[in-house]
Structures are given as structure tokens and as C-alpha cells.
């Protein structure tokens, strides 16, 4: 259902897109702009295991430094059939988790010291289990391509606003008040849709990173219990806002800035009392 939904998602994106290309003039400026937004993107999917693992001040741990980690991980990994990842340890109270890499072989998973005091091993097998069904489900892949529509889309709209300012844009809307209207009704709403899919569609792979994480390790409890503590101890501790920005606020496990207090309509993560309830209905149904 959540691929599904990520589909349909993308696909009313697309619409999206397609829809304000006449403003400029037609297709031409449309697919200029989406050409620039795919090499920002490509660019940023291809590095953006390397910058957020900078970003958050994670360094990588040996089997002899974190022998219950690794082995945790390489567990959960097997149970996946997939390659281990590389361990990353964040020097953070605030507990939390992701995992980042464009690839199974180029995976990495980084957890702070604050989840590892705070989870016991269940929950934390739980939490890996999420985070490798990212890596699996090629999740960075799909954000990145979402994010390049999303980006096409509001670089057009800003140069469409331009234009009206210079005395571009098309003729006719510019002739017809009723044309105009819409004019600017595009520039204002088609950003704020694009914002609302995205959105929507991040909080749809954390469901299902949810659901196939707790498949994978055979154990929805324990992901709930895990969610549940996370979301406390990152209400009561923020992570500083100089090791996480909003930009990649999005990869953790729970929100590390404000916990789930951001309006669902516009949070990268769906509300934690929903998540926990599909994973109790999970453990009810046998998964």
C-alpha cells in the first residue's frame, strides 16, 4: 500500500510539473530547469552518504571498538541477505539513528551514543532493521528523484515570477485578468504542492521502512517500544541544531529537532502514535 502510494505520489508530482511547463512559454524552460535540478540532485544523491555523515559529526567504529554494534548489525544484515554496512557511532545524548548510501554494497549506518544507552538490544535490532529496509528499499534513490521534481518546480515558478516582473510570461495570461489570476495562483501553490507531496511521500517510506524493517527482524514490538523511548528522549533532548539541519533532519529514525511536535501536515515523519499502532497491529496480525 505505501509503495502504491509512493507511486501515485510521484506520479501527481509529475502532473505537477507538467501542468505549469505552458507558463514559461511552454516545454522548453520547463525541461531546461528539470535538466539543472537532476544534475543538483544526481549530485547530491551520489555524495549525500559523505555530507550527512560529515554533517552530523558520525565517525566510523571497528569491531573492536563496538563489538556489540557490529554484531548486531551484521545480524540483521544477514537476516536482510544484504552486505554489512559500514558502522558509524554520532557523540550525541540525543538518541537517534539513520542509515545513508546509495546502495546495499554503499551503505553506511551511523547511531548516537545516546540510543545505545538508551535502547536495549531487542529495540535496537528493531531500529537497524528500519534503517537497513531504507537501504533495501532504495529509498535515498526515490527522495532523490522526488526532490528533483520538487526542485524543477519551484525554480520554474521563481522565474515565472521573475519574468511577470520584467514583462515575460505568456501573452495571453498576461492580456486576460482571468489568466493572470491563474498565473499567480501557480506561483504561489504549485511550490506549496510539491512541498506536500514530498513531504507526503517521506512519511510514506517511513511506514514502510516501519513494516519491512519489523518483517525483516521478526519483531514489530520491539520497533514500537524503540520508536516510543526514541520519541521521548528526543522530546526531552533535542539534537543541536549544529549537528543536524533540516535538510537532513529527514534520514533520522524520529525527528532530532523538535521531536514530533511540527503539524503532520508539514513533518517529514508521520505521527510516532500512528507508527507504533501499525506495528502493534502488525505483532496482532503475525506480520
Known amino acids: ?84 554496512p559500514k558502522v558509524y557511532v554520532i557523540e550525541n545524548d540525543t538518541p537517534n539513528a539513520f542509515a545513508t548510501g546509495r546502495s546495499p554494497k554503499h551503505a553506511a549506518v551511523a547511531v548516537t551514543t545516546g540510543i545505545m544507552r538508551l535502547l536495549d538490544e531487542r529495540e535496537l535490532r528493531g531500529v537497524v532493521g528500519h534503517e537497513l529496509s531504507h537501504v533495501r528499499n532504495r529509498d535515498i534513490l526515490i527522495n532523490t528523484m522526488v526532490a528533483t521534481l520538487a526542485g524543477a518546480i519551484t525554480m520554474i515558478a521563481w522565474m515565472l515570477q521573475w519574468s511577470l516582473i520584467f514583462g515575460g510570461g505568456r501573452r495571453d495570461s498576461r492580456n486576460n485578468p482571468l489568466g493572470m489570476i491563474a498565473l499567480l495562483a501557480t506561483i504561489i501553490l504549485a511550490p506549496l504542492a510539491a512541498t506536500l507531496i514530498r513531504l507526503a511521500i517521506s ?30 528522549g528526543v522530546q526531552r533532548q533535542p539534537m543541536p541544531e549544529n549537528g543536524v539541519t533540516q535538510a537532513t533532519a529527514h534520514m533520522y529514525i524520529v525527528n532530532p529537532l523538535k521531536g514530533e511536535g511540527l503539524a503532520t501536515l508539514f513533518s517529514t515523519h508521520p505521527p510516532i502514535e500512528e507508527r507504533v499502532a501499525r506495528l502493534h497491529r502488525m505483532a496482532r496480525g503475525g506480520f
Not at 521502512?209 to 516510543?228: C, I, N, Q, T
Open 203 to 232: 512519511r510514506s517510506r517511513e511506514y514502510e521502512a516501519d513494516a519491512s524493517g519489523a518483517r525483516m527482524v521478526h519483531d514489530p514490538e520491539a520497533l514500537a517500544s524503540a520508536l516510543e523511548k526514541l520519541h521521548l
Open 1 to 84: 500500500m505505501n509503495n502504491l502510494k509512493t507511486v501515485f505520489l510521484f506520479g501527481l508530482l509529475t502532473a505537477v510539473l507538467v501542468g505549469i511547463g505552458w507558463a514559461i512559454g511552454g516545454y522548453g524552460g520547463m525541461i531546461a530547469f528539470l535538466v539543472i535540478a537532476a544534475v543538483m540532485n544526481f549530485a547530491g544523491f551520489w555524495f549525500s552518504d559523505k555530507l550527512a555523515l560529515r554533517m552530523s559529526g558520525a565517525r566510523e567504529v571497528t569491531m573492536q571498538q563496538e563489538p556489540r554494534l557490529h554484531s548486531l548489525i551484521e545480524e540483521v544484515a544477514a537476516q536482510a541477505g544484504m552486505p554489512k
